[in-house]
Each structure stands twice: as C-alpha cells, then as structure tokens.
C-alpha cells in the first residue's frame, strides 16, 4: 500500500502561486511508476494537470497549464510538488496526486494510478 498526503493549497488571487506538495509513505516505488497531478472542479470531471515518470526525466501537461505550472519530485523524500504559477480563477479545484507502481504510455489515464490522496483544496480568486 502507498500512502499519499497533499498539502500547500489555499486561497490565492489572480496572478498569483501556490506550490502543492504530495508525500508519499509505504511500498517502495517501481522505476516503472509515475506520479500524477489531477483536478476536480466542482460539478466538473476528474481532470489531468501534470505527471512525472520515476526517474523526474520525463513530464507531461495538460494544454490549459503548459507554461504556469511545473511538476518536480524529490525521491529522497518520496515528494512530488506541483509548482503553480500565474494562477486563474478556472484554475480553482480541489487538487489530487496519484501514483502508479507500472508503466502504462498515457500519463493523463486516470484510470491508470493505482493510489490517490484525499486532495487540497486551491480556491483562486479574480
């Protein structure tokens, strides 16, 4: 079992950024996994933001964020973080991370990752 704990959402106004944080504890990582970004605004689907491979070699966007947000890991830490900046109001959601232990060629499947968060909430004012 992973266990996956987001933190650093918050309230922020336009324009402005937030860095999201999601610690992971438990089974070791394959090199084969990833860590993903999703969000979910209300009375809206379940949507892809950002992923990384393992390694932090490899990361993927979703169009509507390529250029404000940024995804990192630390794998000392078992962190990954999600760098946002240049915040808009349809960027408001609550914010998950997950976690697959096996590849799979679509970063953006949710379907795919085996664990997920419990989500933080990022409210961005206009």
């Known amino acids: 079992q992973v266990q996956l704990v987001e933190s650093g959402g918050g309230l922020v106004q336009a324009g402005g950024s937030l860095r999201l944080s999601c610690a992971a504890s438990?089974?070791?990582?394959?090199?084969?996994?990833?860590m993903a970004w999703f969000r979910q605004a209300p009375g809206k689907e379940r949507e892809f933001v950002a992923a990384?491979?393992?390694?932090?070699?490899?990361?993927y966007y979703a169009e509507s964020v390529k250029g404000r947000f940024s995804i990192s890991r630390d794998n000392a830490k078992n962190t990954v973080y999600l760098q946002m900046n240049s915040l808009k109001p349809v960027d408001t959601a609550v914010y998950y991370c997950g976690a697959r232990m096996s590849y799979y060629d679509d970063y953006a499947h949710g379907p795919s990752y085996d664990y997920w968060g419990q989500g933080t909430q990022v409210t961005v004012s206009s």
């Open positions: 990384i491979s393992w390694s932090g070699s490899n990361t």
């Open positions: 438990g089974r070791t990582f394959s090199r084969y996994g990833a």
